[in-house]
């Protein structure tokens, strides 16, 4: 049973714009989210975090949402740039838990 | 330069041969994770080890074996008795006061005909 959830599975964007990707998580017991960013034949790499006592979180061009009533958390980038294209993966966990659980997994495009 | 290897990046092997996929890490952590990872679906652990000689299952373990007889070194070994063991695998560390922020190998691809 897949308990974080990555429903859009490609995103293509231009150059410039927002990019916004989506997840949904189903246990309520998770209280820490990640954002993590992987290039092909490489493994992924940390992007941004938050907490479940914060709902927003920045780090330069990368904002992460948390609605924890929802159980929705979200990535937006901005300005997206070619580079920005990769799969993003959610990922959460609870307190006291040793490992992750990660979505499928979004592929966003940023065209030039 | 710190970081994870895994290695090979490529691995062929035959059905009913265990196979060992390596992974050593020089960044001084003491976790350490083997995650898999199959078309449309998230990565999903197979084991971890939090200290050097302690390992714990993870969600998928069967069919898989490990070892953590050093700190920098958690090897994997994909046995006959996993079902499916095609797939791409990740192996991961992170400290052990924050597994959630976990640095990742560039993985293995393992093919099995």
């Known amino acids: 049973d897949q308990q974080v959830k990555q429903n859009s599975p490609s995103l293509s964007v231009q150059e410039g714009r927002i990019s916004i990707l989506n997840c949904d998580y189903t246990?309520?017991?998770?209280?820490?989210f990640l954002w993590y960013k992987k290039y092909p034949a490489e493994g992924p790499t940390f992007l941004i975090s938050?907490?479940?006592?914060?709902d927003k979180n920045e780090d330069g061009r990368f904002t992460v949402f948390l609605n924890k009533s929802a159980k929705h958390l979200s990535l937006h980038i901005v300005p997206s740039q070619p580079g920005d294209s990769a799969v993003y993966f959610c990922a959460a966990s609870a307190e006291g838990a040793n490992n992750l659980f990660f979505g499928t997994g979004t592929r966003l495009t940023v065209i030039p | 330069d710190g970081g994870i290897t895994q290695s090979p990046k490529y691995l062929f092997r035959k059905e009913g041969q265990n196979v060992t996929l390596s992974c050593e890490q020089n960044?001084?952590?003491?976790?350490m994770y083997w995650y898999r990872q199959d078309p449309g679906q998230g990565l999903r652990l197979i084991y971890y080890?939090?200290?050097?000689?302690?390992?714990q299952k993870g969600d998928i373990a069967e069919g898989y074996s490990v070892s953590r007889e050093k700190k920098e070194s958690f090897p994997l070994t994909v046995t006959s008795a996993q079902k499916n063991p095609t797939a791409f695998y990740l192996c991961a560390s992170s400290i052990v006061d924050n597994s959630y922020e976990q640095y990742f190998g560039p993985g293995t691809r393992l093919t099995v005909t």
């Open positions: 246990n309520s017991m998770f209280d820490y």
């Open positions: 960044l001084n952590h003491d976790a």
């Open positions: 080890s939090q200290i050097v000689n302690d390992f």
């Open positions: 938050i907490s479940s006592i914060k």
